[in-house]
């Protein structure tokens, strides 16, 4: 942020508001990967906004306002604090995961290996298992 002050001052003419102007830009993107929708769900949204934040604390602490940026983490990290622990009142995590928990195989994928049992054993198995397959086709 200094350096959008200072090279407009030194070169005699620019917009100082050119780098904050980038750097809100990219954010804004890195923030919008961040969003992803599972069905009726949205997550990401205070990823998002977390993102923007610190790029908004990086250019404050670059302008050489220390206090401003302390004072806004200090109010960043207690609103983020007390909203988690509202959200859990109110959306307990095991309600959430019930409604939005993609279907998952209950039983190992060829070659995983289980508690207790070989992994070279396991290996071989699979790997026969495999051969007569690509064999019969």
Known sequence: M??????????????PGRIAAQ???GMGFLGAGAIIKLGNSIRGLTTAASLWLTAAIGLTIGAG???????VIALALVTLILLHFLEQKIFPE??????????RETTP????VKAGEDSSQTLTTSLKGEVSRVQEN
Do not use: F, H, R, T
């Open 65 to 71: 306002m220390y206090i401003a940026a302390g004072i």
């Open 94 to 103: 095991d309600n959430w995961k019930k409604e939005n928990s993609m279907p």
């Open 109 to 112: 994928a060829a070659g995983q």
């Open 23 to 25: 750097v809100v830009a």
């Open 2 to 15: 200094l350096l959008s002050i200072w090279m407009p001052q030194q070169m005699g003419g620019g917009d």
